[in-house]
């Protein structure tokens, strides 16, 4: 059980799924643990694969693992649904007091109370600019992978 944990730790950030699944493969191959098995797959979000190990060996269990699998797949689903939601909140907030700056700038601008002649509207923001400059990025990498596909 110890060589699964560390080798379901071991790996970094972008393998780490693949470390979760070799640490599972242990506990299911050599410590024939199905369920702790099918709970490390599930502890690294890899639902599918959890969800096969359950149906293969569901015969030989008391438990229901199936059924774990996917009540921790549509709990994983809500928790992503709240940080969408908060996510989305959070934007909204940010855009409505963007648009209040800009309002506020443009007429700074028209009443003359700000002297600054590079500033003729709302491009001339350093947001605008780094938000200019993404959404270029954006649209060329779309454009180039349209070609790959």
């Known amino acids: 059980y110890e060589i699964a ?6 790996g970094t950030s972008t393998n780490r799924r693949e470390s979760i699944a070799n640490g599972a493969c242990i506990l299911l191959d050599y410590c024939s643990d ?6 490390m ?6 639902w599918e694969e959890a969800q096969r190990v359950a149906r293969l060996h569901h015969q030989n269990l008391k438990i ?3 059924q774990r699998c996917i009540q921790a797949a ?3 689903a809500q928790s992503c649904l709240t940080d969408l939601d908060n996510r989305m909140e959070a934007f909204e907030k940010a855009s409505l007091r963007y648009d209040k700056v800009i309002k506020i700038r443009q007429n700074a601008i028209r ?3 700000v002297n ?8 001339g923001s350093l947001f605008s600019a780094a938000s200019n400059a993404s959404n270029t990025s954006l649209q060329s990498n779309m454009s180039g992978s349209s070609y790959s596909s």
Do not use: R
């Open 5 to 10: 944990e560390e080798v379901s730790v071991a």
């Open 34 to 39: 199905v369920e702790a098995a099918v709970d």
């Open 41 to 46: 797959l599930l502890t690294g979000e890899l």
């Open 64 to 66: 229901d693992l199936e």
């Open 74 to 76: 549509v709990y994983y």
């Open 111 to 113: 009443n003359g109370e």
């Open 116 to 123: 600054d002649n590079n500033i003729q509207d709302d491009n």
